[in-house]
């Protein structure tokens, strides 16, 4: 079955410590996105990549960084500079073409918790 | 700023009525525009997208797009109690390959 998986589901975190968030897709596409979540909120954009080894910084990139060395992979890295991470942290992948319906797919999300 | 206005709600209606949802945005070159649902502790699920004047239907779901107006719309017909979510609408800026912006998101309750 194509899709989107993220890894894992939930995830504690330690002051001070740097976390990765898995996020595999085998539908062929070209972009990937990481959204932020919280309570009450809408999502909130953090990095997207159009292309491996190219990403670009969303909305609220500060604490946290990416890679995109193969198509379908786009790990999260979580710093510690990122003081607030607590959240819902969702990854999306969409086709990269010239419909302008290119919808985007979710993985089911990684509820990140700090202890 | 682009921005993406939802009226977080919540929205109740009774079970069988219709349930309408709109969605506000701030730029007028926006092109197309998606409904997704989200129940709660879930990722959202794509529901419609539409970008063109008008209308579009899908069976229960209908989404309306008036670009001079800047605004988008979701009518649930028949609502169902399985139909409680939260619905969050997203535009995607700056052509094919541009974001998607996503607003806040409507809570929709429908009551047996």
């Known amino acids: 079955d194509g899709g989107i998986t993220q890894s894992p589901k939930y995830l504690f975190r330690k002051e001070g410590q740097n976390v990765t968030l898995s996020c595999e897709q085998n539908?062929?596409?070209?972009?990937m996105y990481w959204y932020r979540q919280d309570p009450g909120q809408g999502l909130r954009l953090i990095y997207y990549?159009?292309?491996?080894?190219?990403?670009q910084k969303g909305d609220i990139a500060e604490g946290y960084s990416v890679s995109r060395e193969k198509k379908e992979s786009f790990p999260l890295t979580v710093t510690s500079a990122q003081k607030n991470p607590t959240a819902f942290y969702l990854c999306a992948s969409s086709t990269r073409g010239r419909a302008t319906n290119t919808e985007a797919f979710f993985g089911q999300g990684t509820r990140l918790t700090v202890v | 700023q682009k921005e993406v206005e939802q009226n977080s709600g919540p929205l109740s209606v009774p079970e069988g009525a219709i349930a309408s949802l709109n969605c506000t945005y701030s730029d007028r070159g926006s092109q197309s525009f998606f409904w997704y649902r989200q129940y709660s502790g879930k990722s959202p699920e794509l529901i419609m997208f539409i970008y063109s004047n008008g209308d579009k239907e899908d069976g229960r779901f209908t989404a309306q797009l008036n670009k001079a107006s800047q605004y988008v719309s979701l009518l649930i017909r028949d609502s169902q109690p399985s139909d409680s979510a939260t619905y969050l609408c997203?535009?995607?800026?700056?052509?094919?390959?541009?974001?998607?912006?996503f607003g806040k998101g409507t809570k929709l309750s429908v009551k047996p």
């Open positions: 539908l062929n596409h070209d972009a």
């Open positions: 997203a535009v995607r800026y700056g052509g094919s390959q541009g974001n998607l912006i």
């Open positions: 990549s159009q292309i491996v080894n190219d990403f």
